[in-house]
C-alpha cells in the first residue's frame, strides 16, 4: 500500500529544517543521509565511546534487560562480569537511566570477536535464549530521540562512524532504511512509511 493512501490531516507538517510525524519532530538529516554500519572499519565503536555514562535506557526497559541478563552474561569476559555482579547494570534515575560502563568506556554488556566490539543482549537473543534485544537508543544509532513530547528525532554525526557514511554512500543505502527495523519497532509500521515519503527530501 502507497503511504499517501491513508494520510489524514495534519499527520505530517513542515517546519524549517526538520517536519513533524505524528508526535515525532524529525531533523531533515534523518532523511537525506546515507549510512551502514562497517563493523570491519569501526569495530563497534559505538559500544565503546568515552564519556562515562553508557546506552540511555527508557524506564520500561530495565525489566526485560534484567530477565535477559543471565542469558547475557555467559558472553561478557571476567572483567565485565565482576563488575555487573558488584555495581549492577545501569544507573541514574527515573527517566534517565543508562547502561553502565567499564572505565568509563565499553559498555558492560560488550564482548568482543575478532577484536570487534558486539552486544551480549543482542547475541542473547539472536541465540533464541531471550525475546528482547537491546535497548532503543542502541538499535538507532546513529540517529538518537528524545524521551520527552514531542520526540525529536535527530542523526548524531560522530568521527567514529565516518566509515559507516561512507559505506552507505557507495552502496546507496539511506539511514532511514539501514534503520528500518528499529525505526518501525519504536514509532510502528505507519509511521515509518510515512518516513519514506521524505527519503532525500522527495515531498519537502
Known amino acids: 500500500m502507497c503511504a499517501n493512501s491513508f494520510l489524514f490531516p495534519n499527520y505530517l507538517l513542515y517546519l524549517k529544517g526538520m517536519f513533524i510525524i505524528g508526535e515525532a519532530i524529525v531533523q531533515n538529516p534523518v532523511t537525506d543521509a546515507y549510512f551502514c554500519c562497517d563493523l570491519e572499519k569501526c569495530k563497534g565503536a559505538c559500544c565503546t565511546l568515552e564519556g562515562g555514562r553508557g546506552a540511555p535506557l527508557l524506564d520500561e526497559e530495565i525489566e526485560p534487560m534484567s530477565n535477559s541478563l543471565p542469558f547475557a552474561l555467559e ?37 568482543y570477536q575478532n577484536g570487534i566490539a558486539r552486544c551480549s543482549l543482542e547475541r542473547a537473543f539472536e541465540e533464541g535464549y531471550t525475546s528482547w534485544k537491546k535497548p532503543i537508543s542502541c538499535h538507532l544509532f546513529p540517529v538518537r530521540i528524545s524521551n520527552g513530547k514531542p520526540t525529536m528525532v535527530r542523526y548524531e554525526q560522530i568521527a567514529e562512524c565516518s566509515a559507516g557514511v561512507k559505506k552507505g554512500k557507495r552502496d546507496a543505502i539511506p539511514l532511514v532504511m539501514f534503520l528500518e527495523e528499529p525505526l518501525r519497532r519504536r514509532f510502528g509500521d505507519e509511521w515509518y512509511l510515512y518516513l519514506l515519503t521524505q527519503v532525500n527530501g522527495e515531498d519537502r
Open 75 to 111: 558472553y561478557v569476559d571476567r572483567k565485565h562480569l565482576s563488575y555487573i555482579e558488584e555495581h549492577g547494570f545501569f544507573e541514574g534515575s527515573t527517566g534517565d537511566y543508562t547502561t553502565k560502563c567499564i572505565d568509563n568506556k565499553a559498555c558492560v554488556f560488550v564482548y
